[in-house]
């Protein structure tokens, strides 16, 4: 957990001072950003997969095991396998949402006459404006929570609980997926 | 029961800590017999059934199947198939998936497969329900299915903890008669605990 408690400014800065002598010299490359955002962001994953799997039923483990699976078939194809669905979605709002705050970042630095809203309510507040400043922070934030909300629910999908609900909704085109793919696999996989 | 299962010569303990869940138990049961265990609610009967398909190993003791002994034997490497109290059906796989899962992992020629299945899945009354996904069956279809997912191994030793428990009184009645459009198939006698 230590890269969220760093800030994110010194973590890049480490990273800069850090690879940009040999043997790694990566600083200026498009991998030395790849490479900071998926550390700093690895807790996330590691914490997402240890809630996953840990509510994943015991005895699922135990079916398996002895129906004849080994312990690798039995982690591939059952706590991994129903924990991909909700790492997926979980993934995508992470993506959605951290992409967007690190392009919102981004973007203004690349034009120089780019007017970045953050910059403009820090002079407000500087200047003894806080009224205005205020009125835009607020804006801001309701913006940036509209957006990602319309947009976790655009990504997620909407939550289908309830046998019945799931069954009359959604199972048809389901059932007709998987009967396709089991008409076209006649013998077992 | 294809294998007689044998508890001999040491009884089987099994500890957990200070708790001693099973406490000396020894017996032997005859090949191609129905054997049910009774007792009230924790005295081991699950310990026992968990000891005999290796998902449990025992304290002390010695567990024979057919002969053989398998005490120190992972569970995969045992002929033994257990139907669970809560089914554990696997939810993302379908009818047909959870019941061939068996025959996949085992590694079983195909033809073996193919009519193994079918012949699971038709003893059960479950035709027709392939596709569908344990979430979108009733609590004695469920069962129905674990009960195929045992068969279709055809194993030595079919273990059975407390099938029925889940199902509500009307179901249970539809089992016990042997009724399969509204319970499960197979008779209640063949229940280990």
């Given at each position: 957990?230590?890269?969220?408690?760093?800030?994110?400014?010194?973590?890049?800065?480490?990273?800069?001072?850090?690879?940009?002598?040999?043997?790694?010299?990566?600083?200026?490359?498009?991998?030395?950003?790849?490479?900071?955002?998926?550390?700093?962001?690895?807790?996330?994953?590691?914490?997402?997969?240890?809630?996953?799997?840990?509510?994943?039923?015991?005895?699922?483990?135990?079916?398996?095991?002895?129906?004849?699976?080994?312990?690798?078939?039995?982690?591939?194809?059952?706590?991994?396998?129903?924990?991909?669905?909700?790492?997926?979605?979980?993934?995508?709002?992470?993506?959605?949402?951290?992409?967007?705050?690190?392009?919102?970042?981004?973007?203004?630095?690349?034009?120089?006459?780019?007017?970045?809203?953050?910059?403009?309510?820090?002079?407000?507040?500087?200047?003894?404006?806080?009224?205005?400043?205020?009125?835009?922070?607020?804006?801001?934030?309701?913006?940036?929570?509209?957006?990602?909300?319309?947009?976790?629910?655009?990504?997620?999908?909407?939550?289908?609980?309830?046998?019945?609900?799931?069954?009359?909704?959604?199972?048809?085109?389901?059932?007709?997926?998987?009967?396709?793919?089991?008409?076209?696999?006649?013998?077992?996989? | 029961?294809?294998?007689?299962?044998?508890?001999?010569?040491?009884?089987?303990?099994?500890?957990?800590?200070?708790?001693?869940?099973?406490?000396?138990?020894?017996?032997?049961?005859?090949?191609?017999t129905l054997v049910t265990l009774l007792g009230p609610s924790g005295c081991g009967k699950t310990t026992i059934l968990r000891m005999l398909a290796g998902l449990e190993l025992p304290s002390s003791g010695t567990i024979r199947i057919g002969g053989e002994?398998?005490?120190?034997?992972?569970?995969?490497?045992?002929?033994?198939?257990?139907?669970?109290?809560?089914?554990?059906?696997?939810?993302?796989?379908?009818?047909?998936?959870?019941?061939?899962?068996?025959?996949?992992?085992?590694?079983?020629?195909?033809?073996?497969?193919?009519?193994?299945?079918?012949?699971?899945?038709?003893?059960?009354?479950?035709?027709?329900?392939?596709?569908?996904?344990?979430?979108?069956?009733?609590?004695?279809?469920?069962?129905?299915?674990?009960?195929?997912?045992?068969?279709?191994?055809?194993?030595?030793?079919l273990l059975f903890d407390e099938p029925l428990s889940n199902l509500d009184a009307r179901l249970r009645r539809a089992d016990a008669r042997g009724d399969p459009r509204s319970a499960a198939a197979p008779q209640p006698d063949r229940s280990s605990t």
């Amino acid at each position: 957990m230590l890269s969220f408690a760093i800030p994110g400014t010194v973590i890049g800065v480490a990273y800069i001072l850090a690879f940009n002598v040999p043997p790694i010299e990566i600083t200026g490359t498009a991998l030395i950003l790849i490479v900071c955002n998926v550390f700093r962001n690895m807790p996330v994953g590691v914490r997402a997969g240890m809630a996953a799997m840990s509510q994943i039923d015991k005895s699922l483990d135990e079916a398996s095991t002895v129906l004849g699976a080994r312990g690798f078939t039995t982690l591939r194809t059952h706590p991994a396998a129903a924990a991909e669905a909700r790492h997926r979605r979980g993934a995508r709002l992470q993506l959605r949402a951290r992409g967007d705050h690190a392009v919102g970042g981004d973007l203004p630095r690349l034009r120089a006459n780019t007017r970045w809203a953050t910059t403009y309510i820090i002079n407000r507040v500087v200047n003894g404006d806080y009224g205005v400043a205020i009125a835009y922070s607020s804006g801001a934030d309701r913006a940036d929570a509209g957006r990602d909300l319309g947009r976790s629910n655009g990504s997620v999908g909407e939550r289908r609980l309830g046998r019945r609900a799931a069954g009359v909704r959604h199972a048809p085109h389901r059932r007709a997926r998987r009967q396709r793919r089991l008409t076209a696999r006649p013998g077992p996989a | 029961m294809k294998a007689a299962v044998d508890r001999v010569p040491a009884s089987v303990t099994k500890r957990y800590g200070d708790v001693v869940a099973v406490n000396g138990v020894s017996f032997t049961i005859g090949a191609g017999t129905l054997v049910t265990l009774l007792g009230p609610s924790g005295c081991g009967k699950t310990t026992i059934l968990r000891m005999l398909a290796g998902l449990e190993l025992p304290s002390s003791g010695t567990i024979r199947i057919g002969g053989e002994d398998v005490t120190a034997r992972a569970a995969a490497e045992r002929d033994v198939s257990m139907v669970f109290q809560s089914y554990a059906l696997f939810p993302h796989m379908s009818v047909l998936e959870n019941v061939r899962y068996g025959l996949v992992v085992s590694g079983r020629p195909r033809p073996t497969r193919t009519s193994g299945r079918a012949v699971a899945l038709a003893t059960v009354g479950l035709t027709g329900l392939d596709a569908r996904l344990p979430s979108e069956l009733s609590g004695g279809q469920q069962q129905r299915v674990a009960v195929a997912r045992a068969l279709v191994l055809e194993p030595s030793v079919l273990l059975f903890d407390e099938p029925l428990s889940n199902l509500d009184a009307r179901l249970r009645r539809a089992d016990a008669r042997g009724d399969p459009r509204s319970a499960a198939a197979p008779q209640p006698d063949r229940s280990s605990t």
